[in-house]
């Protein structure tokens, strides 16, 4: 039996089948485009079967099923909820990446910049936890007649400069938050024997466990305001631009169409084309951790005035999660712990009774 075996063009094998005589031709195997269209036809189910388990792996490890907002203040947890959900943190939403998680903290920290300390939104598996630290008003009250100075945070007392009360806590006391520090009750034995004003300012050791994911490779991508328009020739897939002299070498582009041939895959645009700065990082574990520890000082220092700074921090513990370290650092500061509660006159009924 003699055969031959040859590779020839799908539509030339149209042809030998119109031209053949004797011969019998038959389809050993595909090849190319072809091959792949027969592949994807006879295994379709399979494949749909495949594509979406995967599309339904990544939608379950990627969607986010609970947002828990940590706090007892039910007003600025409602406050919180209604904006994150604005910025697609909320149930049944993709997870946001750590420039996405980095700025929506930003705008959190500017948009309730006297009710919010500091925030952190942590993604664990299908859920994100919220902790806030309340910034507490500790500015003294000029319309208050008397006061006494409180401790707004848990700390050991460091320093204290007290114009007028009764000082009840001494330096390195320990003060839980609300502790009266300065009483603007003056007592005498135990006795009260008048009221003031209590005023002063009072710096403590406080303490911070912050937990900071760092990826170990990063793209920041940022306009940099610079924005021009050029006229374009586009065909098929390639962009021409014409009297393009000072090119950019990242942009961001949207066009405009003038011309199109409705014939022929070519047309003239005019691209507006905004310039971007891209920022790439690719860190090793020991380099994202010192990032991460250093992201989380700096952000603590932004809040600090000229006399707080941070005293100290340790790493507490580390761990790696693909493309991302996780840090938790323990951090002490030395900042203004004093604040005021108001109090009423003392009145010696004994002298009213004269």
Do not use: C
């Not at 042809?15 to 485009?33: A, M, P, Q, R, W």
């Not at 990446?97 to 664990?124: G, P």
């Not at 937990?211 to 490779?217: A, G, Q, S």
């Amino acid at each position: 039996m003699n055969e031959v075996i040859i590779t020839i063009l799908y539509d030339d094998y149209e042809k030998l089948l119109n031209n053949k005589t004797i011969y019998e031709v038959e389809i050993i195997s595909y090849l190319g485009l072809i091959k792949i269209k027969k592949v994807i036809k006879a295994y379709k189910y399979i494949l749909i079967f495949i594509l979406s388990s995967f599309l339904i792996i990544y939608l379950l490890s990627n969607l986010i099923f609970r947002v828990d907002i940590i706090t007892n203040d039910n007003k600025m947890k409602d406050k919180l909820n209604k904006y994150l959900i604005t910025r697609g943190i909320s149930k049944y939403h993709l997870k946001k990446n750590y420039n996405e998680l980095r700025s929506i903290k930003e705008d959190i920290l500017t948009k309730y910049k006297d009710e919010i300390d500091w925030i952190e939104i942590e993604s664990i598996g299908s859920k994100y936890i919220v902790r806030f630290e309340p910034r507490v008003n500790t500015e003294f009250n000029n319309d208050s007649r008397f006061q006494n100075i409180i401790a707004t945070k848990n700390a050991v007392i460091y320093s204290m400069d007290i114009k007028r009360g009764q000082i009840i806590k001494n330096r390195f006391d320990y003060v839980k938050k609300g502790d009266v520090i300065v009483s603007g009750y003056i007592y005498l034995n135990d006795k009260i024997m008048d009221t003031t004003k209590a005023e002063g300012v009072v710096y403590g050791e406080t303490w911070y466990k912050i937990k900071v994911k760092y990826p170990l490779k990063y793209k920041s991508v940022k306009k940099t305001g610079k924005s021009k328009k050029v006229l374009s020739i586009k065909f098929i897939s390639s962009d021409i631009n014409l009297f393009n002299f000072n090119k950019y070498k990242d942009y961001d582009k949207k066009s405009n169409i003038l011309l199109k041939n409705n014939i022929l895959p070519i047309s003239i645009d005019i691209e507006k084309q905004s310039e971007l700065s891209i920022k790439r990082e690719s860190n090793n574990e020991k380099e994202a951790v010192k990032k991460g520890v250093d992201s989380v000082l700096k952000k603590i220092s932004k809040k600090l005035s000229a006399k707080e700074y941070i005293k100290d921090y340790k790493i507490l513990n580390t761990s790696k999660n693909n493309n991302e370290v996780s840090v938790t650092v323990f951090v002490s500061v030395v900042e203004k712990i004093s604040g005021y509660s108001e109090i009423e006159e003392y009145i010696d009924d004994e002298d009213n009774s004269g």
